[in-house]
Every structure is written in C-alpha cells, then in structure tokens.
C-alpha cells in the first residue's frame, strides 16, 4: 500500500472514530477531542520547527535568514501561518563559555469552535530551543 494509500486508510479510520465517539458521547464531546487534538498538532509542530531550526544553526554554518526560512517552511502545514519576523527569534548567546544559538517560535493557534466568554478565540502557543554550536574546525 502506497503513502496515499495509508493516508487514505486512516483518515478513514478517524472519521468512523469521530462519528463512533459524537453518537456515544456526543456531538460537543467529540468536537472537544477534535479541538484538542487540533492544539496537540500545532504544539508538536511548533516545538519541531524551533528544534529543526535551532539544529540548522547550531552547524555554525548557516544565516539567521536560513535558520527562520527552515522554520516557516516547517511549520507550513499549520492553518495558521508563521511570520518570520513577528513569531520567529534567533538568538546568539555562550552556554558554559560555548557558543550557542536559540531559535524561539510562536503561533496564534486559532479554536475549531469559539465559545465566547468560555475561551479565547486563539491560544497563542510557544517553544524555545538552545543548541551548543559545533566547532566547524
């Protein structure tokens, strides 16, 4: 079975999950896992891009531009998109007299289903990553 294949098989596989889960538990329960599962993924994602980023840096060999285009395009799959000059810095600082390089991203994870007066309308979710840079010699 293909890539498209195994896709295909659990996207199906979630949806009979979902509509199994909203009969038992109900409809507002079963978008409740949804949400969370939907702030899970922009989570992860954002926590890779800082570590993907702060790991292209710590090589000693590429820009801040480079370091923040890798990060963006890690976090492409994202519905809401990353700035690069609002939700990305990079940092140079010395840890233990060695130096390294911070890459902190951000994202305002917007809900699925707003519920006013109940909770925001975005969560704006964080990580920072700091990486010794390798001695390029």
Same mark, same amino acid.
């Given at each position: 079975?293909?890539?498209i294949g195994q896709v295909s098989?659990?996207?199906a596989l979630i949806f009979v999950i979902v509509v199994h889960e909203?009969?038992?538990?109900? /409809? &507002?329960? %079963?978008f409740g896992i949804i949400e /969370? &599962?939907? %702030?899970l993924n922009t989570r992860?994602?954002?926590?890779n891009a800082a570590r993907d980023g702060a790991r292209l840096g710590s090589k000693g060999?590429?820009?801040?531009d480079?370091?923040?285009s890798l990060v963006v395009m890690e976090a492409d799959r994202l519905r809401d998109p990353i700035d690069p000059n609002a939700d990305v810095t990079i940092g140079h600082s010395d840890v233990d007299g060695v130096e390294a390089v911070s890459v902190e991203v951000c994202n305002?994870?917007?809900l699925l289903l707003g519920v006013p007066l109940v909770l925001p309308e975005e969560l704006r979710m964080c990580s920072r990553t700091v990486m010794r840079v390798a001695d390029v010699n």
């Open positions: 079975m293909g890539a098989f659990f996207i909203a009969a038992h538990l109900g /409809v &507002a329960k %079963a /969370v &599962a939907n %702030a992860i994602t954002v926590v060999l590429a820009t801040d480079d370091i923040a305002d994870h917007s």
